[in-house]
């Protein structure tokens, strides 16, 4: 019965150390599949681009949704910036989503915007003029060109081709069907006509003169695919294959994200992120040392308390016409100060800052229990805020009602 014992677990002790060397190999050859990426993710991350996606990198063969490359453009390319007091209407991605401000920021820097959003969309349609953004949606490849040629679309304008080369050029990619038409009423039945999503190119044929590009849309997919292959961002393999229709990887945008950066910047120069660029919400207040302040929101939603004058701690005090209480996280860590704590101008209450740089203001709404958006609340409130101790009511500008 011993011996029996004994082989039953030392056949365990194989079985599971086969495994574990299995799942080791695994992880190695993974890691492997990816090398050709490590430069570049490492790039990125030096300049905080993976700042909270670590888990991302470790898989970096993970799909990317339209939320992971606008976040990832938002942090790299930091120019992408809109006034934070400007409302931009983003169809599928309202104001008080978890993700408006870096779609406001990245798509609403393209130049012709607000009309111009259209043009890096994830479902348009330029019959009605209408479109709509999907932060979940799971990107490919030419998802990925269109929407990168939209915010980078000198690449594609910088490529100058003579009479009949550009044609040349796209046959030469086998995976990117070409369709000729005769006239443009035989073009405006095509059901891709006008379509930038589709990776399919129209061209009107002519006896004399030959195929030439069909629509000013057929032109800007034609050189997306030309211009981000002539600056070798994203190109045909060598045996002409694009991939339009390729799930796009972690790895894969990290690369093209990296070189779009060489591409304006040289290879030579390495920005450092500032503290302002780690700040993840775009509204923003500052509290100065010496200046007692305020700052009025309707509706109440979150935002980001800048301390750039390094003070150790300040005092709070709010009034609002519904009862909120508030989650401030310094540091990433929460604490939570309810209303009625808040509500005493008199009797503000002291938070320490620790050293941050900024504070996260997140109210909550009493009566629903939900943190609040700009969408889901009228509420006006009034916050002050003062490096030192201070009764609110003597101050000037104190208004004792809304």
């Known amino acids: 019965m011993f011996l029996k014992r004994w082989r039953l677990l030392l056949s365990l002790t194989l079985i599971l150390s086969l495994c574990m060397t299995s799942m080791a190999s695994a992880a190695g050859s993974n890691q492997d599949k990816y090398a050709w990426a490590n430069e570049s993710v490492d790039f990125l991350r030096s ?28 942090r790299l390319f930091t120019d992408f910036r809109v006034e934070a007091d400007k409302n931009i209407n983003i169809p599928g991605v309202p104001y008080g989503h978890p993700s408006y401000q870096i779609f406001k920021d990245v798509y609403g820097s393209i130049p012709s915007a607000p009309n111009g959003l259209i043009g890096a969309a994830d479902k348009i349609n330029y019959g009605n003029e209408t479109f709509k953004y999907i932060p979940e949606k799971v990107l490919t490849r030419w998802d990925l060109l269109i929407t990168l040629n939209a915010l980078f679309d000198d690449i594609g304008y910088s490529l100058e081709l003579s009479d009949g080369e550009d044609i040349a050029r796209l046959r030469a990619i086998k995976d990117l069907p070409k369709r000729y038409f005769n006239s443009y009423n035989q073009y405006e039945k095509w059901k891709y006509a006008y379509q930038p999503l589709t990776p399919e190119i129209g061209l009107m044929q002519d006896k004399k003169y030959g195929p030439s590009l069909a629509s000013d849309l057929d032109y800007v997919k034609a050189y997306a695919v030309l211009g981000f292959a002539e600056a070798g961002i994203m190109k045909p393999d060598t045996k002409g294959y694009f991939r339009p229709n390729q799930k796009v990887t972690l ?34 207040n500052f509290i100065y040392a010496g200046s007692p302040s305020g700052h009025g929101q309707s509706p109440v939603s979150d935002f980001a308390l800048v301390n750039r004058d390094a003070l150790p701690e300040f005092y709070l005090a709010l009034k609002a016409t519904e009862k909120i209480d508030l989650q ?26 620790n050293g941050a740089y900024y504070a996260e203001f997140i109210p909550i709404i009493r009566s629903k229990g939900q943190k609040a958006t700009g969408d889901n609340n009228n509420i006006e409130v009034m916050y002050y805020y003062s490096d030192k101790f201070q009764d609110f009511t003597q101050t000037i500008w104190y208004e004792p009602k809304f």
């Open 328 to 353: 401030i996280n310094v540091n990433g860590e929460p604490s939570y100060y309810t209303y009625e704590q808040l509500s005493n101008p008199k009797q503000p209450v002291r938070i320490s800052l």
């Open 251 to 284: 790895a894969e945008t990290a690369v093209v994200l990296h070189r779009i950066y060489d591409y304006y910047s040289g290879s030579d120069y390495v920005r450092e992120p500032s503290p302002d660029d780690l700040i993840p919400n775009g509204t923003r």
């Open 47 to 74: 300049h905080g681009v993976f700042e909270n996606m670590e888990y991302r990198t470790k898989t970096l063969g993970k799909m990317v949704t339209k939320s992971d490359l606008t976040l990832m453009v938002h």
